[in-house]
């Protein structure tokens, strides 16, 4: 089974989407793009020789990133944002022990201790109450209420 140029340059393009879908580091699929573009340009004839091929595929990978990643990139952090916890946020909770400026101390809330730290590193001590302000993983930031 003999392939042609275009089909091996998608096969490429599809590889290229493989990888990205597995390193996720926003680079291969530019190559993919490349790859694709260049499949279809020489499927329908613009290009008819492996030199240009070679040439288009390199010009629009590099284009392509140029002029999208930095787009693909904002897209990407800000759907990630959207899924951040804040069910805590502006609940009041109890300090079990001390918060030391600059150092985490211990919360209780809603039936467990949970690390905390000070969202203006003020001491605060125990027994007060603090509204949770911010999650930062399993820390929860507080400020004094």
Request: hydrophobic content about 50%; charged content about 20%; glycine content about 6%.
């Amino acid at each position: 089974m003999d392939l042609s140029l275009p089909q091996i340059w998608l096969i490429i393009g599809l590889i290229m989407l493989v990888l990205e879908l597995i390193s996720v580091l926003l680079v291969f699929v530019f190559f993919s793009v490349g790859a694709l573009a260049t499949a279809l340009l020489a499927w329908v004839g613009l290009l008819p020789t492996l030199e240009w091929q070679i040439l288009a595929f390199s010009a629009i990978s590099i284009l392509s990133m140029l002029l999208l990643r930095k787009q693909a990139r904002n897209l990407l952090e800000r759907k990630g944002k959207q899924y951040e916890y804040n069910e805590f946020v502006g609940e009041t909770a109890m300090v079990i022990k001390d918060i030391e400026s600059d150092k985490q101390g211990k919360i209780y809330y809603r039936g467990a201790e949970w690390r905390a730290i000070a969202e203006d590193n003020k001491p605060i001590a125990a027994g007060s109450k603090v509204e949770i302000v911010e999650t930062k993983g399993i820390t929860l930031v507080v400020k004094e209420s």
